[in-house]
């Protein structure tokens, strides 16, 4: 099995709103990433997390706030977005993250759309 | 600094019309070239993946293949189901991204 969950699936927002995105697989992968994707662009790496500690983060506006519960669950929480931040968001999780060549699995993601 | 392009941008094909798409790319080292399909509004699902020069693998009616500076993904007599955006990435020794490609999104006729 090699399924990522993602919730909600959309998620319509205003500009003040405080949202969260959920993310679980249940692979046994140490690894775990969130994607934003734009209309016919390829995914853009946001952020890292490596056996739950957060190892990458791309330079993202402090607006995304992830956080790994545990080694199954990521959370990315929103609060005062920009109408350029609409996108689909994806999550993705690997065997074992930054070190080595494994295969990240994405899951079908969240549309996101901020008014 | 890596690069990696597709092409073409689009492909129309009739069903059962076999083509290939291509995926040329720039790197210092590879570690692994990944293929990925994906439907609109849906996350990339993965195909395979390669890691050294004369790899080859298949999957029904997709079959990639890999040389030193691009990999090939070749469909053989396609059916509408696989009408998606076919998206090529590579990730490198001293990095831990993926570099993806800008895709090519696959159309097919019945």
């Known amino acids: 099995d090699t399924e990522v969950t993602q919730t909600p699936k959309h998620l319509v927002m205003g500009m003040t709103n405080k949202k969260s995105l959920k993310c679980e697989q249940h692979?046994?992968?140490?690894?775990m990433y969130w994607y934003k994707q734009k209309a016919k662009k390829p995914p853009e790496l946001m952020f890292v997390?490596?056996?739950?500690?957060?190892?990458i983060n791309e330079s993202v506006p402090s607006r995304f706030s992830p956080e790994c519960p545990n080694s199954s669950l990521l959370n990315l929480h929103l609060h005062a977005l920009q109408p350029e931040d609409s996108a689909l968001y994806l999550c993705?999780?690997?065997?074992?993250?930054?070190?080595?060549?494994?295969?990240?699995?994405f899951g079908p993601g969240t549309r996101l759309t901020v008014l | 600094e890596d690069q990696v392009t597709q092409s073409p941008e689009a492909l129309r094909l009739q069903e059962g019309e076999s083509s290939s798409l291509n995926c040329s790319y720039t790197?210092?080292?590879?570690?692994?070239l990944f293929w990925y399909r994906q439907d609109p509004g849906k996350g990339p699902e993965f195909l395979f993946t390669?890691?050294?020069a004369g790899e080859e693998k298949e999957k029904e009616r997709l079959k990639a293949t890999l040389t030193k500076k691009e990999s090939f993904l070749h469909i053989t007599a396609p059916k509408p189901e696989d009408s998606a955006t076919y998206l090529c990435?590579?990730?490198?020794?001293?990095?831990?991204?993926?570099?993806f490609g800008a895709g090519t999104t696959v159309t097919v006729r019945a």
């Open positions: 790197v210092s080292g590879l570690r692994g």
């Open positions: 990435a590579v990730q490198t020794p001293n990095d831990y991204k993926l570099s």
């Open positions: 997390y490596s056996y739950e500690k957060l190892s």
């Open positions: 993705a999780s690997s065997q074992e993250g930054t070190s080595s060549t494994d295969t990240q699995y």
């Open positions: 390669l890691y050294s």
């Open positions: 692979m046994g992968h140490r690894a």
